[in-house]
């Protein structure tokens, strides 16, 4: 069984080192121009180009946060299930992934609400 595990280990190792690598992109060296093929793409982040800018350097801050939490998170998960049933190995791997990918959507509504909040902020501004 340990080959398995192994397995489960490395898929549910997927989402948080994207998350982290993707994140450092962001952070790094974000998209210069408003695209269509790559880059953190909603109708609110598109507007602008500061949008654009802000959007990404957000979500790179809370993907590499996110991604070193959900580090050791999956990996004490699954090392607790590493001699258990194939069955049991399965379902912990799953609700591990399943709850990655909740932090991945997540993520993307704090991205979108805090581009909201700046975008008000703007707007008032501009109007005084």
Known sequence: MTWFWWYL??????IPFTMIGF???????PPKQRNSWFGYRTARSMKSEEA???AH??????????GKWLLPGTGIALW???????????LVAGVV?????LVLVGSLFLVELALKKREAVLDSKKRQ
Do not use: E, T
């Not at 280990?9 to 997927?14: F, K, Q, V």
């Not at 350097?57 to 996110?66: D, L």
């Not at 992934?97 to 990918?101: G, H, T």
């Open 23 to 29: 994140g450092i992109c962001f952070l790094r060296r």
């Open 9 to 14: 280990l490395c898929m549910d190792l997927l």
């Open 52 to 54: 654009w800018q802000f």
């Open 97 to 101: 992934c399943a709850v990655q990918l």
């Open 57 to 66: 350097s957000y979500c790179g801050k809370i993907w590499v946060q996110a």
């Open 80 to 90: 607790l299930v590493r001699s258990g049933q194939v069955d049991w190995m399965g």
